[in-house]
């Protein structure tokens, strides 16, 4: 058996899976979103797409943490109980466009980041658009903490949102 010890590598795997695969990140724009597993080894290759969405990675400063987890004993007296854990993931949103107009950068952007929050809200079951759960792994998910970045160049305009998801999970003993 394995322990969990916690979840930032299974929410990881699990958005990765869930936005390659997710065809509101593909038929939904002109060209599709690259899905970008953490930081990438040739940056300059992956600029050359439109849209683009990093999970695990905060492809602005490339400094941030990829993600972080807490856990404490949800109360006090039972021995081998589950733990509960409070996680986050970094994820950044980016859009360039020829267009030298800011909004049309931002909007496609925003539509980057809307489709990764629309992934995660309701519950299939009583048909919701996404799943909250992330397929049970964990009690809830949320986007939280955007940061918007935007930057004129003589190719064009660009924006990238860093955001983070959050989950609640409990972990069995």
């Known amino acids: 058996m394995t322990t969990i010890t916690d979840l930032v590598h299974d929410v990881t795997n699990y958005l990765v899976a869930q936005a390659q695969q997710n065809t509101a990140l593909g038929a939904a724009f002109t060209s599709p979103v690259l899905v970008i597993d953490g930081p990438t080894v040739n940056r300059d290759q992956v600029l050359t797409v439109p849209l683009r969405l990093w999970i695990?990675?905060?492809?602005?400063?490339?400094?941030?943490?990829?993600?972080?987890?807490?856990?404490?004993?949800?109360?006090?007296?039972?021995?081998?109980?589950?733990?509960?854990?409070?996680?986050?993931?970094?994820?950044?949103?980016?859009?360039?466009?020829?267009?030298?107009?800011?909004?049309?950068?931002?909007?496609?952007?925003?539509?980057?980041?809307?489709?990764?929050?629309?992934?995660l809200r309701g519950a299939p079951?009583?048909?919701?658009?996404g799943d909250t759960t992330m397929g049970g792994l964990v009690q809830w998910s949320q986007i939280e903490e955007f940061t918007w970045f935007q930057d004129q160049s003589n190719n064009g305009m660009s924006a990238a949102c860093v955001f983070r998801v959050t989950w609640l999970a409990r972990l069995p003993p």
């Open 56 to 119: 695990g990675y905060d492809a602005i400063t490339g400094m941030a943490e990829s993600g972080s987890a807490r856990q404490r004993w949800p109360f006090v007296g039972v021995s081998g109980a589950y733990r509960e854990e409070e996680g986050s993931l970094t994820c950044t949103a980016e859009a360039w466009t020829g267009d030298p107009t800011a909004s049309v950068a931002r909007a496609s952007c925003k539509a980057v980041v809307g489709a990764v929050e629309i992934m």
């Open 125 to 129: 079951a009583t048909g919701g658009p």
